[in-house]
């Protein structure tokens, strides 16, 4: 566990953002069950992620993610499974975006649809990214 680590307050992160970034829960359904968002068009859910992200201190203003704070966030979460540090460190690792927003998306996507697989249910992950590549063309 990290030390100084401070006490990650995700509700109310969440409630703060909510008042800047209203989202629908339907969105936070189709992530947690396919790894991705229904409409990928739609920056506002990303917007609320970074919100989320931000505030939490887990990316700074330049896009970089804290890679230990993510990890022991993670960990938190997923307290099962092993590996969930190496899975932060990759989809960190894959993060390219230029817009913080979609970066924040896509890291949690990467995790979302990792942890999907993880857990066997890889007909769903693997139709999201068959659904994402063709959305990506």
């Known amino acids: ?6 006490t990650l307050n995700m509700d109310d992160y969440m409630q703060l953002c909510n008042e800047t970034y209203r989202v629908n829960m339907s969105y936070f359904e189709q992530l947690n069950t396919t790894g991705s968002f229904q409409d990928e068009s739609d920056d506002i859910p990303m917007c609320f992620l970074h919100c989320i992200f ?8 330049k896009g970089a993610f804290d890679v230990k704070m993510s ?32 970066r ?3 890291f949690v996507k990467c995790l979302m649809t990792k942890e999907i697989t993880k857990s066997g249910n890889t007909t ?3 139709q999201t990214t068959e659904t994402n590549n063709k959305n990506n063309k």
Request: glycine share 4%; proline share 6%; net charge negative.
């Open 104 to 106: 924040t998306y896509g």
């Open 1 to 6: 566990m990290v030390e100084d680590m401070p």
């Open 71 to 102: 990890q022991e966030l993670y960990r938190t979460m997923q307290p099962d499974m092993p590996e969930v540090e190496d899975m932060v460190e990759d989809c960190i690792a894959k993060r390219d975006e230029f817009d913080l927003c979609r």
């Open 124 to 126: 769903m992950a693997e």
């Open 54 to 61: 931000d505030k939490a201190g887990l990316i700074d203003i």
